[in-house]
């Protein structure tokens, strides 16, 4: 079940709704072709593009109304005593020395420096307090972290 921030739910929907719009689009485009061409099946290449990207679209509008359907909307939690999904955290990777800021963010996410929480290393960071590590595989690479400040 992915659960979802009430803002991310509702920029996953501005996201399908633009989907919708391209799709209309790319039935014009497949209408224009057809007319634009004796050939409709065979060495048409505008059509032929169209016509994939309608399916591409279709697919995707099917998959993001997938996650829609099934998104429960959480809350922030109130307290910042653990990671958990909406909060921010500053991270130290104990590799590096580096530190970083991300935001744990919902099952999708659209913005810069957002984690999903089912992302591996947004997954490493949820329920961890401040100075504990977050040790785990990311990508191909055991990485570990060690949690800096949560808001």
């Given amino acids: 079940m992915p659960y979802f921030l009430e803002d991310d739910l509702k920029i996953l929907e501005s996201y399908i709704e633009e989907t ?4 209309q689009e790319t039935g014009a485009e497949l209408r224009n072709a ?3 061409s004796s050939e409709t099946w065979h060495d048409n290449f505008p059509f032929e593009n169209a016509q994939q990207q309608a399916r ?3 697919q995707r509008l099917q998959d993001l109304e997938h996650i829609r359907r099934n998104a429960t909307i959480i809350a922030i ?10 909060h921010t955290v500053t991270a130290r990777d104990s590799e590096t020395g580096e530190e970083k800021t991300f935001r744990i963010g919902s099952h999708v996410t659209f913005t810069e420096n957002t984690l999903s929480y089912a992302s591996p290393l947004g ?5 961890k307090t401040v100075g504990q590590h977050a040790k785990g595989i990311v990508g191909t690479k055991e990485r570990e972290f060690e949690i800096l400040e949560i808001a």
Wanted: zero cysteines; a negative charge; proline letters at 4%.
């Fill in 123 to 127: 997954a490493l960071f949820l329920d």
């Fill in 34 to 36: 057809v007319t634009q």
């Fill in 20 to 23: 919708v719009v391209k799709l």
């Fill in 56 to 58: 591409l679209l279709e």
């Fill in 77 to 86: 939690p109130q307290t910042n005593a653990a990671v958990a999904i909406g």
